[in-house]
């Protein structure tokens, strides 16, 4: 296994967020899979499921997660929370490094994202009836990629890095204080 450490879950979960002290503490490159694909659709994610659609936008992660696996400094990476849902995905997930699932309860989810109007799967109606179906969904499915599961509801960004940390038990790290 590599030493990157690779961030999943659901929107909202702090995979951003935990990347940047990840990053900071280890001195390491944060790389967001999103921003990677906006940057090279020259468009956001939004505009990419409207214009292109979801498959496209999955298949151009896939794309994405395959020329990471070419990189050889080590890394932290944030990836969207749809990264897991295709099977060549996970396998290719695991494959790349420490896979961290930052779990987060619907509740959590919606009170993160209360007003961000930048999520097409939330799009609508009834954000929380789709937040409790795509969590139930994908959940497993995150459980079954990670290496390692760590509870981020109503905790700082700070203590669930140093959580990850500890429990990666990474060898020859540079860490900051």
């Known amino acids: 296994m590599g030493e ?29 899979t999103d ?21 496209a936008f999955r298949a151009t992660e896939t794309e994405v997660l395959a020329g990471l696996a070419l990189r050889r400094e080590p890394v932290i990476i944030s990836t969207g929370g749809g990264m897991p849902m295709r099977p060549e995905n996970r396998e290719a997930l695991r494959r ?12 959590t989810v919606c009170e993160r994202l209360a007003g961000d109007t930048t999520r097409p799967l939330l799009a609508g109606d009834d954000r929380q ?3 409790e179906a795509l969590l139930a969904q994908r959940g497993p499915i995150y459980g079954e990629t990670a290496h390692l599961t760590v509870d981020a509801d109503g905790r700082a960004p700070e203590e669930i890095a140093e959580e990850i940390l500890t429990k990666l038990h990474i060898g020859n790290i540079r860490r900051e204080a």
């Open 4 to 32: 990157h450490i690779i961030l999943i879950g659901f929107m909202g979960a702090g995979k951003s967020t935990v990347g940047r002290r990840l990053s900071r503490k280890l001195s390491r490159q944060l790389l967001d």
């Open 35 to 55: 921003a990677m694909i906006e940057a090279r659709a020259g468009m956001t994610v939004s505009e990419i499921f409207a214009s292109r659609g979801e498959d």
């Open 96 to 107: 790349l490094g420490h896979v961290v699932w930052l779990r987060v309860k619907p509740g």
């Open 129 to 131: 009836q789709k937040v």
